[in-house]
């Protein structure tokens, strides 16, 4: 896995978004005009470009979804999969290659239904991947089908009278799992979206910023939401910060999301626990 173009960093900060996209690449992209996803893009560019990461170290990988065709537009080392398994095909890549820069970019269906066993055990095992979920509460790229993070009693095109489902919440099921460190922010929070992104990256160990966007598209709709603007908007209402977030009653959360560091701790890496495995036995086969 090769890029074409050079890795010498961008002398402009204005150039730097341009230099990490595909030279050749055709645009306009398949997101809707004011979509998050590009604002999320923007933030790992600049995160990447901040923390001097060599480009062909860099490998991304995504699954089927509006949110996966990122890395399609990005000139790294890069694999599109098939849907729901992006994380099955990182952990492959992170055994194969340890000293690489391993990063999956998901949405809230890819990630969490059809992926979510996948993500469950790369939680439980701890290996040194960095996992950017899209969270935008339904499936954009498909339809507009409800997802495990569709609210309960939301329209989609697969719950018209409203979600009969419990939802849950991504950032509580990685840390349950076992990932070593948990984030969340939003497309509004672009600050301190580019912060959780950058302490991601350097974390040694599962890490997991959930990035709460907008789909006017089909979510804002079905729930007279607005347009992109007034979702985006409706993040800087809604968002608490996770100290004030977890002093506030049951009542006062009611349609809140805490954002921040939510989770962090220190375990032992999955990689280098296999790798003291394989030495010794090969120590005992002398």
């Not at 480009?55 to 699954?63: E, F, H, K, P």
Request: hydrophobic share 35%; charged share 20%; proline share 4%.
């Amino acid at each position: 896995m090769t890029t074409t173009a050079s890795t010498q960093a961008p002398k402009q900060k204005s150039d730097v978004i341009l230099h990490y996209l595909r030279p050749g690449k055709k645009f306009p992209n398949v997101w809707c005009p004011g979509c998050g996803i590009g604002i999320v893009m923007g933030a790992f560019i600049r995160m990447v470009d901040k923390l001097g990461y060599d480009r062909d170290n860099v490998v991304m990988v995504s699954g089927i979804g509006c949110s996966s065709r990122m890395p399609v537009y990005m000139d790294f080392n890069s694999l599109h999969t098939t849907h729901g398994r992006a994380l099955a095909f990182a952990t492959g890549v992170k055994f194969a290659k340890p000293n690489m820069k391993v990063v999956v970019i998901t949405g809230d269906g890819d990630a969490l239904a059809i992926g979510g066993n996948h993500f469950i055990h790369a939680c439980r095992r701890n290996i040194d991947i960095t996992t950017i979920l899209i969270n935008n509460n339904i499936y954009g790229m498909t339809g507009g089908q409800g997802s495990p993070t569709t609210p309960s009693g939301a329209n989609s095109t697969t719950t018209p009278f409203g979600n009969a489902e419990k939802h849950f919440d991504p950032c509580d099921l990685a840390t349950a799992a076992g990932a070593t460190y948990v984030a969340r922010s939003s497309v509004y929070h672009v600050p301190q979206l580019e912060k959780v992104i950058s302490n991601a990256l350097e974390h040694k160990g599962f890490s997991l910023v959930e990035a709460i966007s907008n789909c006017h598209t089909y979510f804002g709709r079905l729930n007279r939401k607005g347009d992109a603007v007034s979702m985006i908007n409706s993040f800087k209402e809604n968002a608490v910060p996770v100290g004030k977030y977890q002093k506030m009653s049951d009542e006062e959360k009611v349609g809140k999301f805490s954002i921040g560091l939510l989770s962090e701790t220190e375990k032992t890496e999955f990689c280098d626990e296999y790798q003291k495995v394989v030495d010794a036995h090969r120590n005992d086969g002398k």
